[in-house]
T-cell receptor, first 113, second 114 residues
Framework: DGGITQSPKYLFRKEGQNVTLSCEQN?????MYWYRQDPGQGLRLIYY???????QKGDIAEGYSVSREKKESFPLTVTSAQKNPTAFYLC????????????FGPGTRLTVT | KQEVTQIPAALSVPEGENLVLNCSFT??????LQWFRQDPGKGLTSLLL?????REQTSGRLNASLDKSSGRSTLYIAASQPGDSATYLC?????????????FGKGTTLSVSS
């Protein structure tokens, strides 16, 4: 089955620790995205990548980092510099950036205490 | 800056009703508009994608329309069922910013009672 997988589904961390969220796709899509969702707010873009070894900051990139070493994988690291990291994180991909339909993974709920 | 608004924020209807969800956007320069469904604690499921050159798209009981000039889209759900209960999100892909991602509304939470 083709699709997007995110792991883990739930993640708990202590304040001050970095944590990495996994996102893998087998759709052969060039573009991948990370969004953050908070209660009562729309999804907000953290980072996106149009091709391997390239990525750009979104609207709320501060305190986050990404890498795109393989076409299939786009991991997101939430660093200790992120002031309010507790949220629902969604990864998405599209066949190309700027026009294709976006497909989403099941999400990772991160709780930092 | 592109902004997407969805009205109403919440809607409750009895089973069998036809209903319309509204989405408006401030900048008509878009590549496409996408409607999604989100169940509690889950990811987004794409329902319909309308390209900027299209007026509507249909899938089963769902019909989405797009009026780019007025900055509006509607999602029509026919003969609603309890299984349609979810949050529906509208998102646009701006045409004037190369390589950017979708801009989302905050969603309409639909509850269909049996």
């Amino acid at each position: 089955d083709g699709g997007i997988t995110q792991s883990p589904k739930y993640l708990f961390r202590k304040e001050g620790q970095n944590v990495t969220l996994s996102c893998e796709q087998n759709l052969n899509h060039d573009a991948m995205y990370w969004y953050r969702q908070d209660p009562g707010q729309g999804l907000r873009l953290i980072y996106y990548s149009q091709i391997v070894n390239d990525f750009q900051k979104g609207d709320i990139a501060e305190g986050y980092s990404v890498s795109r070493e393989k076409k299939e994988s786009f991991p997101l690291t939430v660093t200790s510099a992120q002031k309010n990291p507790t949220a629902f994180y969604l990864c998405a991909s599209s066949i190309k950036s700027g026009g294709g339909e976006q497909y989403f993974g099941p999400g990772t709920r991160l709780t930092v205490t | 800056k592109q902004e997407v608004t969805q009205i109403p924020a919440a809607l409750s209807v009895p089973e069998g009703e036809n209903l319309v969800l509204n989405c408006s956007f401030t900048d008509s320069a878009i590549y496409n508009l996408q409607w999604f469904r989100q169940d509690p604690g889950k990811g987004l499921t794409s329902l319909l994608l309308i390209q900027s050159s299209q007026r509507e798209q249909t899938s089963g009981r769902l019909n989405a329309s797009l009026d780019k000039s007025s900055g509006r889209s509607t999602l029509y759900i026919a003969a609603s069922q309890p299984g349609d209960s979810a949050t529906y999100l509208c998102a646009v892909l701006p045409a004037n910013q190369a390589g950017t991602a979708l801009i989302f509304g905050k969603g309409t939470t639909l509850s269909v009672s049996s």
